[in-house]
């Protein structure tokens, strides 16, 4: 008897919606589909059938007519692309949601075959309630030919010769002037480029646009006019509509072309975990030694600051003062100072013309003043010095907890006050080994995950045994049989592993950029350095 329920049919897909959703919704789709925002929402309900698509910066809707029933989907670009196969000329494919024993499945199926995607649990943005709320706003109504709107904003997008291509764009904006219509963007050191075309409406504003969105939205409507939605505030929601299809344009954030230069610029030097920030909003720039950090500061201009706090709990004495003082007199970009208790080494650059050379010598001037600074002035003038990058870890480490899946369905905490008192022996010793957050950089959830594949499948192609672990301040809790590990700062999924040497596990730890593995024993546990000889034993159940 089998344990399949069977399938749930969610639409019957005919050729003429199926082009309206690839073509016309096909430029909103997100690049990444680990994101939900890489797939097309499907949304039945109230007796219409939509579909979305959305970003952080824009959201498309098509209404694509009267439906039966209820239903939620994130419908993969890759399915829909199977429409043309599995229809087999017959004009028409059915989409269903496959229940099987083990997971859950879209299927889109017809007279050719038929296509299947898993259906992961991903959380989407409600869609429909932005767009409600947005029709809400009070707008002022114009009617502009779609042709001529997208011919001007392709023309106001091409990038005049001899501007850097590495520039950040400009913003463009869309001026209205009673029954006319404008499309603005000024260049450096040109000055304005202006289209201007007719429009029928009366209004009398200024709206910030990204004209790079702009231009592609457009193209998904079709010939005739299009009415434009401008928001009485000129940095709420621009909307389009035109039949079936409206797009929404997101509030531009007028600081975004320079944090996105700092982000480009900090991947550059320091590599693409260093986008990821800290409970205060800050990069953390350093893996060693003194802690550096970057700070994005918004205003006019701009700024990226570089610091490294060096001292901490100090008084403010005429002293202290006069030693940071003399230690910031010269032209030293990296500056000494005290706030709040606290001595900081820092510098700033202009967020908007900074470039990665002048990045890299600003971090190294700051490590160099920093290097040591702390214990000096703390022998002098008192206060406490920060501890390195890595000895924070390692107080991480020693402080964890671990469970494993040491059966089918039953965790066990096997290191921390709550262990259990004898260890189940697989073969002893075990290790326990994870490919989250490299050097304790925090990642997306699916990158931990991918890499904690990737790790698996390295050691059981060495001839490991693997159970699931967690590992962190997991406060005694033994997950249940259906329950992952959860992705945090506290608590990593990882591998409880036995039957090989532990040079297999050193060295995949170091493939994977781990700064330690631990290794279980009956009474002990060691928290091993992977490119280090630091190690530091622990009584297992202390």
Same mark, same amino acid.
């Not at 997208?150 to 010769?161: E, F, I, Q, V």
């Not at 997101?250 to 975990?273: A, H």
């Not at 409880?496 to 290794?519: I, K, T």
């Given at each position: 008897?089998?344990?399949? &329920?069977?399938?749930?049919?969610?639409?019957?897909?005919?050729?003429? %919606? @199926?082009?309206?959703?690839?073509?016309?919704?096909?430029?909103?789709?997100?690049?990444?589909?680990?994101?939900?925002?890489?797939?097309?929402?499907?949304?039945?309900?109230?007796?219409?059938?939509?579909?979305?698509?959305?970003?952080?910066?824009?959201?498309?809707?098509?209404?694509?007519?009267?439906?039966?029933?209820?239903?939620?989907?994130?419908?993969?670009?890759?399915?829909?692309?199977?429409?043309?196969?599995?229809?087999?000329?017959?004009?028409?494919?059915?989409? =269903?949601?496959?229940?099987?024993?083990?997971?859950?499945?879209?299927?889109?199926?017809?007279?050719?075959? =038929? #296509?299947?995607?898993?259906?992961?649990?991903?959380?989407?943005?409600?869609?429909?309630? $932005?767009?409600?709320?947005?029709?809400?706003?009070?707008?002022?109504?114009?009617?502009?030919? =779609?042709?001529?709107?997208?011919?001007?904003?392709?023309?106001?997008?091409?990038?005049?010769?001899?501007?850097?291509?590495?520039?950040?764009?400009?913003?463009?904006?869309?001026?209205?002037?009673?029954?006319?219509?404008?499309?603005?963007? @000024?260049?450096?050191?040109?000055? /304005?480029?202006? +289209?201007?075309?007719?429009? %029928?409406?009366?209004?009398?504003?200024?709206?910030?646009?990204?004209?790079?969105?702009?231009?592609?939205?457009?193209?998904?409507?079709?010939?005739?006019?299009?009415?434009?939605?401008?928001?009485?505030?000129?940095?709420?929601?621009?909307? $389009?509509?035109?039949?079936?299809? #409206?797009?929404?344009?997101?509030?531009?954030?007028?600081?975004?072309?320079?944090?996105?230069?700092?982000?480009?610029?900090?991947?550059? &030097? +320091?590599?693409?975990? !260093? !986008?990821?920030?800290?409970?205060?909003?800050?990069?953390?720039?350093?893996?060693?030694?003194?802690?550096?950090?970057?700070?994005?500061?918004?205003?006019?201009?701009? +700024?990226?600051?570089?610091?490294?706090?060096?001292?901490?709990? &100090?008084?403010?004495?005429?002293?202290?003062?006069?030693?940071?003082?003399?230690?910031?007199?010269?032209?030293?970009?990296?500056?000494?100072?005290?706030?709040?208790?606290?001595?900081?080494?820092?510098? =700033?650059?202009?967020?908007?013309? $900074?470039?990665?050379?002048?990045?890299?010598?600003?971090?190294?001037?700051?490590?160099?003043?920093?290097?040591?600074?702390?214990?000096?002035?703390?022998?002098?003038?008192?206060?406490?010095?920060?501890?390195? !990058?890595?000895?924070?870890?390692?107080?991480?480490?020693?402080?964890?907890?671990? #469970?494993? /899946?040491?059966?089918?369905?039953?965790?066990?905490?096997?290191?921390?006050?709550?262990?259990? %008192?004898?260890?189940?022996? +697989?073969?002893?010793?075990?290790?326990? $080994?994870?490919?989250?957050?490299?050097?304790?950089?925090?990642?997306?959830?699916?990158?931990?995950?991918?890499?904690?594949?990737?790790?698996?499948?390295?050691?059981?192609?060495?001839?490991?045994?693997?159970?699931?672990?967690?590992?962190?301040?997991?406060?005694?809790?033994?997950?249940? #049989?259906?329950?992952?590990?959860?992705?945090?700062?506290?608590?990593?999924?990882?591998?409880? &592993? @036995?039957?090989?040497?532990?040079?297999?596990?050193?060295?995949?730890?170091?493939?994977?950029?781990?700064?330690?593995?631990?290794?279980?024993?009956? %009474?002990?546990?060691?928290?091993?350095?992977?490119?280090?000889?630091?190690?530091?034993?622990?009584?297992?159940?202390?």
């Amino acid at each position: 008897m089998s344990d399949r &329920v069977e399938d749930q049919v969610l639409v019957e897909l005919d050729e003429d %919606e @199926w082009l309206d959703i690839t073509q016309r919704l096909r430029p909103a789709i997100g690049g990444d589909e680990h994101d939900p925002l890489g797939k097309v929402a499907l949304l039945i309900g109230e007796g219409r059938r939509r579909w979305m698509t959305f970003d952080e910066r824009h959201l498309m809707v098509l209404d694509a007519g009267e439906a039966q029933g209820d239903c939620f989907e994130l419908v993969s670009p890759r399915l829909l692309d199977a429409w043309r196969g599995v229809s087999a000329g017959s004009g028409s494919a059915v989409l =269903s949601r496959r229940f099987g024993p083990e997971k859950v499945q879209l299927v889109l199926s017809g007279p050719g075959g =038929s #296509a299947a995607v898993d259906v992961p649990y991903q959380e989407y943005p409600a869609v429909l309630e $932005i767009a409600d709320r947005q029709r809400s706003n009070e707008v002022a109504s114009v009617q502009v030919d =779609s042709d001529s709107l997208l011919a001007a904003a392709n023309l106001t997008h091409r990038r005049p010769r001899g501007i850097d291509d590495e520039a950040p764009n400009p913003y463009t904006w869309l001026e209205f002037d009673g029954s006319t219509m404008a499309v603005v963007r @000024w260049w450096d050191g040109l000055g /304005e480029t202006r +289209f201007e075309l007719p429009a %029928e409406g009366e209004a009398d504003c200024k709206v910030p646009v990204a004209l790079e969105d702009l231009g592609p939205m457009i193209a998904s409507f079709g010939e005739g006019p299009v009415e434009v939605g401008i928001p009485r505030d000129a940095f709420s929601t621009l909307r $389009i509509e035109q039949g079936d299809l #409206a797009a929404f344009f997101m509030p531009l954030d007028p600081e975004k072309p320079g944090r996105d230069r700092v982000i480009d610029v900090l991947v550059e &030097v +320091f590599g693409d975990d !260093v !986008v990821h920030t800290d409970e205060h909003g800050d990069f953390q720039l350093g893996l060693f030694g003194v802690p550096v950090y970057a700070r994005y500061t918004s205003g006019s201009p701009s +700024f990226l600051t570089i610091f490294a706090n060096v001292l901490y709990d &100090v008084a403010e004495t005429p002293e202290l003062l006069a030693e940071l003082n003399k230690l910031n007199g010269n032209a030293r970009p990296a500056k000494v100072v005290l706030a709040d208790g606290v001595v900081t080494v820092c510098g =700033s650059l202009v967020a908007a013309t $900074i470039d990665a050379p002048e990045v890299a010598a600003l971090v190294g001037e700051v490590r160099d003043v920093a290097d040591g600074l702390g214990p000096t002035l703390a022998a002098y003038f008192g206060g406490s010095t920060g501890r390195s !990058v890595e000895d924070e870890r390692w107080e991480g480490y020693l402080a964890a907890e671990i #469970a494993a /899946e040491v059966a089918p369905g039953r965790w066990e905490v096997l290191h921390g006050p709550d262990s259990v %008192e004898d260890l189940p022996i +697989f073969d002893e010793p075990m290790y326990v $080994i994870t490919a989250f957050n490299p050097h304790g950089r925090v990642r997306e959830h699916w990158q931990n995950e991918q890499e904690n594949a990737r790790l698996a499948g390295q050691l059981l192609a060495a001839g490991a045994a693997l159970a699931r672990a967690v590992g962190g301040a997991i406060g005694g809790h033994v997950p249940g #049989a259906a329950e992952a590990p959860s992705d945090t700062t506290v608590a990593e999924a990882s591998f409880l &592993v @036995w039957g090989v040497d532990e040079e297999v596990v050193a060295q995949a730890a170091r493939d994977f950029g781990q700064e330690a593995y631990f290794v279980l024993e009956d %009474e002990e546990v060691s928290v091993v350095g992977a490119f280090s000889e630091r190690t530091e034993t622990i009584l297992r159940r202390g």
